[in-house]
């Protein structure tokens, strides 16, 4: 299957998709730690919807790739079982739209073990769902909906946006000894190919990434939009705007230094992503930036977002997503103001 990859020990993969980097990420995780273990709906006969998970089970068998009932409430609270006993479960759920009956498991009791047990018991548990629209689903196929992980004390919140992040910071993620809510951009999951080496390393989790540095405006994003933030930021250097782009990656909890120290020196600051704009974590972005580096700023932070309304059918998905123009706009917008 193109995009499915099990690489050797240290095997460089020129072309990985990002769906590949976590078949990648997943394999080296469970060679290296016998706790690591993969559950889900169709994670193990079929490789997972989008093949995630693909040559996982004829590798290590199905005592640690397990296919389970269609129950997210039921596979939520047997990943915090297993994670409370010693084990290292990484849960795949199908579509973020499917993760709402999971959230009792993971609010209540996923996030709260280590406090609840005063520290004797933790839980290294990975959830992973694919997220965002772009692909022409259904709504519940479609969503963005990492605000509301990220209100929840306990919870990590991470999303990539290439293969090599991806690959970096799931292992990170696998290797954290508390919960973690990994959401992977459907819309990248083969559409973008680069080199990724099978070497282990994990990337630092709560922590930006500049991507391209600049001096006039800074467009902070994650997830699938990060991808239309660079084009975006290439074609206005002809037009002679300095883009620097922050890929966020760890929504919760935020590294507000970077963003801070990068609007300190642009002055000026968009905000872009794919979730709806009320209560949108861009908002929580533009609240820290307001609070702690509102003297840095020279023109208004802009948002660019989603509409307040359910993920349309396909033919009116282009409208609702957030788009090159409109982040074109918003950027030259907050560029001439004076």
Same mark, same amino acid.
């Given at each position: 299957m193109p995009g499915s990859v099990t690489a050797l020990a240290g095997t460089a993969v020129a072309g990985a998709t990002l769906v590949g980097a976590v078949n990648m990420a997943l394999a080296r995780a469970m060679t290296e730690?016998?706790?690591?273990?993969?559950?889900?709906?169709d994670v193990g006969v079929d490789g997972g919807v989008f093949r995630a998970t693909e040559g996982l089970l004829e590798r290590f068998g199905p005592s640690r790739v397990l296919d389970t009932p269609l129950a997210e409430t039921a596979l939520a609270g047997a990943a915090v079982g297993m994670a409370?006993?010693?084990?290292?479960?990484?849960?795949?759920?199908q579509f973020m739209g499917f993760i709402y009956p999971a959230m009792d498991q993971l609010v209540?009791? +996923?996030?709260?073990? %280590?406090?609840?047990? %005063?520290? %004797? #018991?933790?839980?290294?548990?990975?959830?992973r769902a694919p997220m965002g629209g772009g692909i022409h689903a259904p709504e519940h196929h479609s969503e963005s909906t990492e605000a509301m992980f990220a209100q929840v004390p306990g919870l990590r919140v991470v999303i990539p946006s290439s293969p090599a992040r991806t690959y970096g910071l799931l292992l990170a993620a696998i290797r954290d000894p508390d919960p973690v809510i990994f959401l992977e951009?459907?819309? #990248?999951? %083969?559409?973008?190919?680069?080199?990724?080496t099978d070497d282990g390393k994990a990337l630092p989790l709560d922590r930006c990434f500049v991507l391209r540095e600049g001096?006039?405006?800074?467009?902070?994003?994650?997830?699938?939009?990060?991808?239309?933030?660079?084009?975006?930021?290439?074609?206005?250097?002809?037009?002679?705007?300095?883009?620097?782009?922050?890929?966020? +990656?760890?929504?919760q909890p935020l590294d507000a230094d970077t963003i801070l120290a990068s609007v300190e020196k642009t002055g000026r600051l968009v905000v872009v992503h794919e979730a709806p704009l009320t209560a949108g974590y861009g908002a929580e972005i533009a609240a820290r930036v307001a609070e702690h580096g509102l003297l840095s700023l020279q023109a208004p932070i802009t948002r660019v977002t989603a509409p307040d309304v359910v993920v349309p059918q396909p033919r009116l998905e282009a409208a609702y997503m957030p788009g090159k123009a409109r982040i074109r706009e918003a950027v030259r917008h907050t560029v001439a103001f004076a």
């Open positions: 730690d016998k706790s690591v273990v993969v559950l889900g709906e409370a006993e010693g084990l290292r479960p990484v849960v795949e759920i209540s009791h +996923a996030s709260r073990l %280590r406090n609840r047990t %005063r520290g %004797r #018991l933790s839980c290294p548990l990975v959830v951009p459907t819309r #990248l999951y %083969r559409a973008l190919r680069e080199p990724v001096d006039d405006v800074t467009i902070v994003s994650w997830g699938s939009m990060t991808r239309d933030v660079l084009a975006v930021a290439d074609a206005l250097a002809e037009e002679g705007i300095d883009t620097e782009v922050i890929d966020v +990656a760890t929504l």
